[in-house]
């Protein structure tokens, strides 16, 4: 649905407490919510059409086999846990992975589909926030079992928690209209000036939330990572940044394919991924993400120094 020069509402947003665990890793656990750009599984075996995992994505990753990763490798939070210091991803709670020893750097909530409105999840079947905080809440009672108490509260209190939202509000749900076809074609790919406002004030507000929780909890630190420019310096000045293709994606005809219309089948898609912005329709190529997972490092540094 649509280009992918509009993909430039989504907004990492990152919590962590001040008692912060210095070592290798950087901090004791990294735990992600949020939407398809960090999702890693979690629809895998849910009834919903929102999916990815068959090819070609995973093409590139690490085992060249989709895992539920929208990308045709890693994502942003996969480079992010990488900076960290982590040797390992957290893993899809709702995976076979996600028990035991795995759990003790985290773990991946995210759900494609989701977003911070949970009619919006519910529209397809995906996990809303609201339900992936119990899960993270199911969790810590897991976690306790597995280490004791007071190395559980350790981890909890010194890990980072991402979540990554707010596309799949706009893309999936308020614009889906009749009105849309004026503005939002698939014959069309450049970016949409009513979207990108719509998408800044969004931003705008979010950033003043944060802002009004950090005077609420003192103790917390919080950061909204600002996703909306590096993504656009990338779309506007691709070369800049060591890419050929910044209007089309690589999947099929790079204009609208994503999940389902992604598939082995579709007819375009390039054989190198690494000059694309966009791996599919809505989503960043893992060359991509590697690129914002390092703009978000160093904006967020100071919650691990």
Known sequence: MGSPGVQLSVLMFVVMVSCVVHGQPLVPGFSIFGDSICDVG???N???LLKANFPP???DFVTHSPTGRWCNGKLAADFTAENLGFTSYPPAYFSPEAEGQNL??????????????DVTARLYNAIPLTEQLNHYRDYQTKLAKIVGP???QTIINGSIYLLSAGSSDFLQNYYINPI???TYSPDHNQCVPRLNRDAVAFNNKLNATAQSLKTRLPDV???????YQPLLDLITKPSDNGFFEARRACCGTGTFETSLLCNTKSIGTCANATQYVFWDGFHPSESANKILADDLLLQGIDLIS
Request: aromatic share 14%; net charge positive.
């Open 104 to 117: 003790l750097i985290g773990a991946n909530f995210a759900s494609a589909g989701s977003g911070y409105y």
């Open 57 to 59: 994505y995973g093409r």
């Open 180 to 182: 849309i076809h004026n």
């Open 150 to 152: 007071s190395q559980a």
């Open 221 to 227: 630190k919080i950061v909204v990572f600002d996703i």
């Open 46 to 48: 849910r009834t919903t």
């Open 42 to 44: 979690n629809n895998n």
